[in-house]
T-cell receptor
Framework: NAGVTQTPKFQVLKTGQSMTLQCAQD?????MSWYRQDPGMGLRLIHY???????DQGEVPNGYNVSRSTTEDFPLRLLSAAPSQTSVYFC???????????????FGAGTRLSVL | SQQGEEDPQALSIQEGENATMNCSYK?????LQWYRQNSGRGLVHLIL?????REKHSGRLRVTLDTSKKSSSLLITASRAADTASYFC????????????FGQGTRLTINP
């Protein structure tokens, strides 16, 4: 049981390049989300999904796109990378977005992205 | 922003001592969670406390919640060097619990 798997672990881009950060989970979780973490700050929500075919914006969605064609995968696309997108990106999943168990999230190991 | 605020930002104590971290938030919540992050790793869930609970225990962890003050505390008793990490509180503000909002974290260092 791998949990939440993120690839790549590290990436360096030039300004204007595009790329996709991959996220996959094998726990059959309905809820998946993407966060970015910057020095001295907590995690900020970029986009999230409550199930296949359903996505919504978080706190900082500009410059990022997502799609959710399957329960397992939730890729994050950077359309035209900017230095301000240099950050550590975390993908997370949750079995119960609603109800008594609360939104307990399982995190991947992260992708460290540098945009030059 | 509805982000929670954590206090202190950094805490350094001797092994064996107790560590207390605090989290304040701004609006009503369904529940509050605490997560731990070791350097260079993802976050790991520690404990969840619901809005109708006042205290919860898990091993050496004790969490309290005061909804009237909109604050929570995480106590780690008998600290160990392996407890060195950053600790984050997270709250869900949305009725559907779809979004978690994380605090900025407390960096805890346990000195041997």
């Amino acid at each position: 049981n791998a949990g939440v798997t993120q690839t790549p672990k590290f990436q360096v881009l030039k300004t204007g390049q595009s790329m996709t950060l991959q996220c996959a989970q094998d726990m059959n979780h309905e809820y998946m989300s993407w966060y970015r973490q910057d020095p001295g700050m907590g995690l900020r929500l970029i986009h999230y999904s409550v199930g296949a075919g359903i996505t919504d914006q978080g706190e900082v969605p500009n410059g990022y796109n997502v799609s959710r064609s399957t329960t397992e995968d939730f890729p994050l696309r950077l359309l035209s990378a900017a230095p301000s997108q240099t950050s550590v990106y975390f993908c997370a999943s949750s079995y119960h977005p609603y109800g008594q168990r609360g939104n307990i999230q399982y995190f991947g190991a992260g992708t460290r992205l540098s945009v030059l | 922003s509805q982000q929670g605020e954590e206090d202190p930002q950094a805490l350094s104590i001797q092994e064996g001592e107790n560590a207390t971290m605090n989290c304040s938030y701004k609006t009503s919540i369904n529940n509050l969670q605490w997560y731990r992050q070791n350097s260079g790793r993802g976050l790991v869930h520690l404990i969840l406390i619901r809005s109708n609970e006042r205290e919860k225990h898990s091993g050496r962890l004790r969490v309290t919640l005061d909804t009237s003050k909109k604050s929570s505390s995480l106590l780690i008793t008998a600290s160990r060097a392996a407890d060195t990490a950053s600790y984050f509180c997270a709250t869900d503000f949305d009725q559907g619990a779809q979004k978690l909002v994380f605090g900025q974290g407390t960096r805890l260092t346990i000195n041997p």
